[in-house]
Every structure is written in C-alpha cells, then in structure tokens.
C-alpha cells in the first residue's frame, strides 16, 4: 500500500477509535452501521500496529471487507495468542530480573514507551475483543466484563507504573548493588518481618489466601496473582474468577492501607484474642503466631511472680491430695482381688493385659528358618527313601490255605450213586482216590505253566541264570585259617576260623585280679561262700 | 442179614462159664437164618408200585434200565401190570436179604416220584439213603402268583439253585408242582429241606448260597 495512504487510513483509524471510546454504552445496545465500521477500521490498525510483534502471524493486515464477525475475530485471536503468550513471559522475567527492565529503560526511553504502548494495546484489545462480542449480542455480562476489564487495565498500568518508579529509584542508587544483594529488598524484608511479628502482614497474607483458596492453588505467588489479573481471556468463568480477585484485591488494598496508618499498641502487645482467630493462616505463620504469644504469656507471668519454692509447695500439695483421694475412693476392680464380670464395667477387661497360664503349648510360630528346616528333613527322607508307612503285619499263616468249594450250578453229570461211591473210596482207600477237580485243574495249570518255560528257557539258549543263595548252617571250626586252605602248612597262622567273641565262653565284664575294687572282691567272696553253703545243703538233703 | 446172623451166632457160642448144670439139657438148636422165602410161612412176598399217569411212557423208556438191576443184581422179580397201572415186585427163591424187596421198591417209587434212574439206583447200593416229600403248603400258605413265584424261587434260573443245593448237599430233589421229593442221606437231607424251606419262605438264592457253601465246606471238612 501508499504510505500516504496508509497514513491517511490510520488517521482515520484512530479518528474512529476516538469515536469508539467516546461512544456511550447504551448505545451499543442496538446494531449500527457506522459504529461497526468504525470498529472495523479500528482494529485493523490496532492488527497493523501490532504486526511487528508477532513474527509468526500468517496475516499482514487484518481483512475485513466481507468477512464474518468469527472470521474476523479469529484472525485477532490468531495473532493475539502467541503475542500473549510472549508479553506473559516478558513480564514475569521483569519481575525476576528488575534490573533488566532499567536496561530497556535505559535503551531509550522509547523502550518504557514502547512498554506503555504494548499495554495500551493490550488494553484496546480487550476492548475490541468486548465489542466483537457485543455484536454477538452477548450484551450484558459482557458490558461488566469490559467495564471491568478496563478499570483492571488501568489499575495494572498504574502498579506498573508505581513499580517501575520503584525500580527506577531503586536503580538510581546504584553502586552497592549487584545480583546478590539489593537493598530495596532487604528494605522489603526487614518491613515484612517486622510485620509479620506485630500481625500486620498477616492480614495481607491472609487475604491472598483466601484467594488462592478460591483459585484452588495452595501457594499464591505473586506473578500468578498479575498474570492472572493480566489474563485477558473472554472465557466467562475466568471473567468471574478476575472479578472476585479485583474485589478481594480491593478490600485488600483498604484492608492494608488501614492498618498501616492505624498501628497501636494494642496491636502490638496483647492481640492473643485476635492471633487466635487468625491461627487459619499458613503454617510458617503459626509457628510464629506461637512464639509469639509465647512470648507474651510469660511477659504477663513475669508480672504476678510466685517464687519457685511457692511453686514447689504446691505442686506436692495437690499432688497428696490426689493420693488421699484414690487412698479414699474404691478400688479400681484390678485391684480387687477375685472380680466377676459382674463386678466390672462392661468391655474392661479388653483394656486390661491379663497374665493367663497357659497349659496349651503356643503354636509354633512359621517362620521362614522354620519352613526351612522342614523342608530340608523332607528333601533328605526323600532321597533316601526313608518314609514312615505303615507295615502291614503279616498273620503268620500255620494252616494251610482251605481249598474253598465252588459251588456248581450246573446238573451234576455224575449219579447220585458214583458221588457217594467215590466218598466212600476217598474214605476208606485215600490213595487210590481219583483227583477231585481242583486237582485236576492244578494239573492243567502246571503242564500249562512248564510248556511256557520251556519256551521261555529256549530263548535265553538254554542258560539259566544262577540259583539265589540259599543260606545253610554250616560248622565253623576252630582251625588256624591256613590250615584249611593249604595242604602243607608252610608256616602256623594266627588267624583262627572263629571270631575271638565265638571264642570266649563267659558274661560280662571280665576284670583281672588287681582291678577289682574292695566292694567287688567282697561280692566275689560272698559269691563263693553262699554257693559253697547251697551245695552242702544239697549234700545233707541228699544223705538224708 | 448177615451181621444179624454172625451177632446171633455169636451169641449162641458163647459159653457160660458160670453157671453149673444139674441136667444135661440137649444142646440149643443152631438155625440158620430164614431165607426171604421162607418167610411169612414160604409164601411169597410182593410189593406193589402205582404208577402215576405223567411216569407212564419215562417208565416205557427205562424199563431195561430198572428191570436188570432189580432182577439181577438184587434178584427180585418185577413185572408191570398194565392193566391196574401198577408195578410189582416179588421175592424169588434166590433172594438173599428180605430187605431186597423193600429197596427195589423203594427204588420203583422213588422212581415214580421223578428222580433219574442212576440217582435212584444209589438208593439199591447204600443203605442210609432217604426219600422225603414234602408240600409247599406244609412251609407256607401260598396261593396263586406267590405260589408260582415261590415254585421259581426254588428252581431259580435254568434251575441253577436246585442244581446248587443238589450239588452242595450231595442229594437230589425233585419239584414236582408243590410238592417236593428229596433223595439222599438223612443229614444231606436236612440241610437241602433248609435251604429249600428257607427259599420258599422267601430268602433271595444269594443268602441261601451263602449258607450252603459254609454247610458244604463244614461237610468236607468233617472228613
């Protein structure tokens, strides 16, 4: 486009700005051509102005011939988000670092300008973002909204104003300070902590709570505080969330501006009603509270002054009287003696650790060493096969085994007469006796039996595998080993056929003469006597 | 018999020490023992079997088979007499033993009653051999189904419980209707009357098994 041109347009652009501002608020009630067009122009210079901020936008200029009131607004919002987004960081590296903010300063005063700028566009942008909605027709909500939003904006401008005041004096002193140490906020701290001794603070904490309370945020920090406030989002519940903090923010402003000028010394000194009150806030804040009133009690005590020793002889008094008085009262039914459960209060005995003899061994108790251990005695009897089963004990059988008579079922082929003839031979003549059926089917059973082993023998060839060893008594006699096995004894061995233990003949532990204790020579000779007295007697009985 | 003979001949031989005689009194008689025909003053001794009309045409079939032992073996003559439906026997001269007669006709009845003729001919060769007949209604009152079912019980399946006792007890039975006929020693016949008895009265075949079995090896065991 021609500069010209675009100055021209921009003129007017303000022009219509201008008008915008100017414009009553009932007015914007009812739909009109020209205010719209005004509007239009206005934000298309504001789009044009912030261009240069935002690198990223894919429009130069905002298009609004023909276009939807959505199309539009969204081509801002496209632009306005990451513009946002960067002034939010901006803003809170300004916070971090206030130094850096002096160096724009210090840039030009053209960067403070620019700074202002930036805001008063913000501002507008909120403004014009209020009046696309206006022409939504979402009207009245809205309108607080702007109102609002406007007397929010302006409140920012001026804390920013008064902060950067502040950081400019604080940079105009200059010399001492570095990164490290700043002695505005050493000046800040030192104003802090005494307030927060006396109470002061608090409130102002205390007010910042409840908000982040009602923001669901714990901590409150300060750059949440303003970028929510700076927050220029049209969502309706930030909106309300905005109102609530303007409102607090306000009270707070009062609140703080009060105590300030009024500070007494009831404030001071003997606020315990009103510390206890206030006991909701933080915990840092009442660990303090604590010491502090702490500090105030024994102020007071230092007042009424008993002396130690008047202490002392109280303590004992109270404590023998409470003595006295159990001495006095009944016994607690522990202390009683034999007590049923009549006796006692219902559920007592629950509380009371009772000693119990038990007669039952306690379960032993798993552990891991105990399960362990089984488990090791398990493995072993295991491995070696040791279980103990059952044995069957066997009936020592001394009968043989009754031939059991099956019973027949069948017509008996023989007469009545040959069964009786062949009882009467078995009877008389056993030996001659025919085989009765069971022997006949023992017989087939046993020609059955040698064919099958025959043919099993014919397998193996004919070689039979060696008989078991069936022990026999044989007679060991008591001949030198080498005797028996050779014919011509070459030398007398030693070694006899028997065992020294099927050698000796005799009981006992056989002791040698010069071992004997005297009690055991006694016995032997009480031994001696008494046989020697039985065998007289036998001879006597014999004579006679 | 002859025992009877040797006992009386034993007893005429024996002298009596003791007693002294005053008169010589003639030597007793030594008699030798009566003849079956000469008993009952030489006449001749008969027996008569009824033959009952279902042994008609079985006593047709056997007739050689009754006839050879009867005559030859224990000489006794026997003839049927068609007309009167009867079988008679009679001594001959030769018979040895009076008692002959009474056994072959108690072979003929057993006969008639409806046991096998080989099981009937142990009755001519052993002596202690029995027949007793008995009724269902002398055990217990039965009448129509329970009757038939009772007579089924006693034979039980192909007849096998009958055979079952008949083999355990060494006898023979005959279920003839109600009526029963056993054959056999008096002990065998005991135990078969049980165990038959025991059946009618209603005891499942097992049970009697059971018994007859422990009976039977009692029996065995004896000898």
Redesign the interface.
């Known amino acids: 486009m021609i500069p010209s041109a675009m100055a021209s347009s921009t003129e007017t652009a303000l022009e219509s700005l201008h008008h915008i501002k100017s414009t009553e608020p009932p007015e914007w009630l009812v739909p009109k051509q020209e205010l719209s067009q005004a509007v239009r122009a206005a934000s298309k210079l504001l789009f044009s102005s912030l261009k240069p901020y935002c690198p990223k936008s894919p429009f130069d200029q905002l298009l609004t011939e023909g276009f939807d009131v959505e199309q539009i607004w969204q081509q801002i919002d496209l632009q306005s988000q990451p513009l946002l987004s960067s002034l939010r960081r901006e803003v809170k590296k300004f916070e971090k670092h206030p130094e850096e903010i002096s160096k724009l300063k210090d840039g030009g005063v053209g960067g403070g300008e620019k700074k202002k700028k930036v805001l008063e566009q913000i501002e507008t942008d909120n403004v014009v973002n209020d009046d696309e909605d206006d022409d939504d027709m979402d009207m009245d909500e809205d309108d607080d909204d702007e109102e609002e939003e406007d007397e929010e904006g302006e409140e920012e401008e001026k804390e920013r104003g008064t902060e950067e005041e502040s950081e400019n004096e604080g940079e105009e002193k200059g010399g001492i300070e570095d990164k490290f140490l700043k002695i505005k906020e050493l000046q800040e701290y030192l104003e802090e902590d005494e307030a927060r001794e006396f109470g002061l603070k608090k409130k102002k904490t205390k007010a910042e709570s409840k908000k982040e309370e009602e923001d669901t945020e714990e901590e409150g920090d300060d750059d949440d505080e303003e970028d929510e406030n700076e927050g220029s989002e049209d969502d309706d519940d930030e909106a309300e969330e905005e109102e609530d903090e303007l409102g607090l923010f306000d009270g707070n402003d009062e609140e703080d501006e009060d105590d300030l000028e009024n500070a007494r010394y009831e404030d001071f000194f003997s606020r315990k009603k009103n510390k206890s009150s206030k006991e909701k806030a933080k915990s840092r804040d009442m660990l303090e509270e604590d010491s502090g009133s702490d500090d105030e009690q024994d102020v007071d005590k230092r007042k009424d002054g008993p002396s130690k020793h008047e202490k002392e002889l109280d303590k004992l008094r109270s404590k023998i009287e409470e003595m006295e008085k159990a001495n006095l009262d009944p016994k607690v039914w522990t202390m009683r003696g034999e007590v049923t459960a009549a006796q006692r209060q219902k559920n007592s005995a629950l509380e009371v650790d009772l000693d119990f003899e038990h007669n039952v061994r306690p379960a032993p108790v798993i552990t891991e060493e105990v399960t362990a251990s089984l488990e090791d005695l398990i493995k072993t009897r295991i491995s070696e096969g040791l279980f103990d089963d059952v044995q069957k004990a066997r009936t020592s059988s001394s009968k043989a085994p009754?031939e059991?008579?099956e019973?027949?079922?069948?017509?008996?082929k023989k007469?009545?007469?040959?069964?009786?003839?062949e009882?009467f031979v078995?009877?008389t003549d056993p030996a001659s006796a025919l085989l009765t059926f069971s022997d006949e089917l023992k017989k087939e059973a046993s020609m059955l039996f040698k064919k099958l082993c025959l043919k099993l023998d014919a397998l193996s060839h004919f070689h039979f595998t060696p008989k078991p060893v069936v022990e026999d008594m044989s007679i060991q006699t008591n001949v030198p080993a080498l005797a028996m096995e050779e014919i011509a004894p070459m030398a007398v061995s030693d070694a006899a056929m028997l065992a020294p233990e099927e050698v000796f003949s005799g009981k006992g532990d056989i002791k040698e003469e010069a071992e004997l204790t005297k009690a055991e020579r006694k016995r032997r000779r009480a031994n001696k006597k008494r046989k020697f007295k039985a065998e007289a007697a036998k001879r006597m009985g014999k004579k006679a | 018999m002859s025992t009877e003979a040797a006992a009386t001949m034993e007893i005429e031989t024996v002298p009596s020490e003791s007693k002294p005689e005053s008169n010589p009194l003639p030597p007793k008689p030594k008699f030798e023992p009566l003849k079956a025909h000469e008993m009952s003053d030489g006449r001749v001794q008969f027996r008569k079997v009824s033959v009952p009309p279902h042994r008609y045409s079985p006593l047709k079939k056997y007739w050689m088979d009754i006839y050879t032992p009867v005559y030859e073996q224990m000489k006794i003559d026997i003839r049927m007499n068609l007309k009167a439906r009867k079988v008679e026997l009679k001594t001959r001269q030769d018979t040895p033993d009076i008692s002959n007669l009474q056994k072959c006709a108690d072979f003929v009845q057993a006969f008639m009653l409806g046991f096998d003729v080989p099981d009937a001919i142990a009755l001519l060769r052993l002596d202690e051999l029995y027949v007793e007949s008995f009724e269902i209604k002398d055990v217990k009152t039965l009448r129509g189904e329970h009757l038939s079912r009772a007579i089924g019980r006693l034979s039980g399946k192909g007849g096998k419980t009958k055979f079952a006792i008949e083999n355990s007890t060494k006898t023979r039975t005959v279920i003839a209707d109600t009526k029963i006929h056993i054959l056999g020693s008096f002990a065998n016949i005991k135990i078969a009357r049980d165990s038959l008895c025991s059946l009618i009265l209603g005891s499942p075949a097992g049970k009697v098994y059971s018994k007859l079995r422990q009976v039977s090896a009692r029996l065995a065991e004896r000898f």
């Open positions: 009754r059991i008579k019973l027949d079922e069948s017509k008996s007469a009545l007469a040959e069964v009786y003839e009882e078995q009877k």
